[in-house]
């Protein structure tokens, strides 16, 4: 398949001239040409591209993904069907336009749940995979010097009591502040849930 830099060839003797033809700077050209804009390219643009390479605007689309492709070292067609990751620029185009549209309806109708359930599907699948305890450790109580079952301002502010303590006063902390922290968002994950 036919690359950006090659149609280039064919009409520009320079990415210079290609560039003033374009509208824009040599610099940005460049990485037009080699790919690096792929995934932010909109119709508009790719539409201008071919107006100025004197190509159609499908074998424009086609060389974005081929350069595209050739910049990553990607082998073949099956990588711009994938949808997660909208790589091909036609699937990327029809995705953002379900997403807009989707989004709008959404908007209109105050109920997200529908739209949030089909585009950030690996927040959901996080959330049911997460194991998520009934109770916390009561190792968090003890390192956090509060009784259980504590207010979530209760937790902050012994949290913030702790790490003052920790503080050696040059901007570092003596003891393990991970352990710390990891208290806190259990107790406080466990606060929560009650």
């Given amino acids: 398949m036919t690359t950006l830099q ?3 060839k064919h009409k520009y003797w320079t990415i210079k001239d290609f560039a003033m033809d374009y509208g824009c700077g040599a610099t940005k050209a460049s990485g037009i040409l080699r790919g690096l804009y792929h995934e932010t390219l909109s119709k508009r643009e790719v539409e201008r ?3 100025v390479l004197g190509i159609s605007f499908v074998e424009c689309a086609d060389a974005c993904d081929a350069t595209f492709a050739e910049l990553k070292g990607l082998k073949g067609d099956g990588w711009k ?12 185009w029809q995705y953002e336009e379900l997403l807009a549209r989707d989004g709008k309806r959404a ?3 105050g109920d997200w749940r529908a739209f949030r359930w089909k585009y950030l599907p690996h927040e959901e699948e996080k959330r049911q995979t997460q194991e998520r305890p009934n109770y916390a450790p009561a190792s968090c ?10 207010t979530p301002e209760l937790i902050k502010a012994a949290f913030r009591l702790k790490v003052k303590a920790a503080s050696d006063g040059h901007g570092g902390y003596r003891g393990d502040m991970d352990r710390l922290v990891r208290a806190k968002e259990q107790a406080l ?3 929560e849930r009650r």
């Fill in 6 to 8: 090659e149609y280039r």
């Fill in 49 to 51: 591209l071919a107006e």
């Fill in 81 to 92: 069907k994938t949808m997660r990751t909208h790589r091909g620029i036609w699937a990327r």
């Fill in 107 to 109: 908007a209109q109708s």
């Fill in 141 to 150: 109580w003890q390192i956090l010097g509060i009784p259980a079952g504590s």
């Fill in 189 to 191: 994950a466990y606060a």
